[in-house]
Nanobody, 113 residues
Framework: QVQLVESGGGVVQAGGSLRLSCVAS????????MGWYRQAPGKERELVAI???????TYADSVRGRFTVSRDNSKNTVYLQMNSLKPEDTAVYYC???????WGQGTQVTVSS
């Protein structure tokens, strides 16, 4: 059983930055594509960014150029650096092991205007 634990959420003013972290337990992290998703109140969960096992990255149009996904396999950790935050980025952010289908519990990000 793999556990994913997100951290780094909080309240920030528009234009600010946050860095989310997601630590995975267990082995084989390095061969998993990892994804960041978010879900705002009353909306469906949406993909934010993906980083593959070979460090290829994909971003949603709404965050491209503002968010950066990265990973450190030595620490079993994937990061989401979020800059130039907007109120519409407010959501619960989740990380996921896309290969094995595991999800974290989520971390709240609130951007005030």
């Amino acid at each position: 059983q793999v556990q994913l634990v997100e951290s780094g959420g909080g309240v920030v003013q528009a234009g600010g930055s946050l860095r989310l972290s997601c630590v995975a337990s267990g082995s084989m992290f390095s061969i998993s594509a990892m994804g960041w998703y978010r879900q705002a109140p009353g909306k469906e969960r949406e993909l934010v960014a993906i980083i593959s096992s070979v460090y290829d990255t994909t971003y949603a149009d709404s965050v491209r150029g503002r968010f950066t996904v990265s990973r450190d396999n030595s620490k079993n950790t994937v990061y989401l650096q979020m800059n130039s935050l907007k109120p519409e980025d407010t959501a619960v952010y989740y990380c996921s092991d896309r290969r094995r289908g595991y999800w974290g519990q989520g971390t709240q990000v609130t951007v005030s205007s």
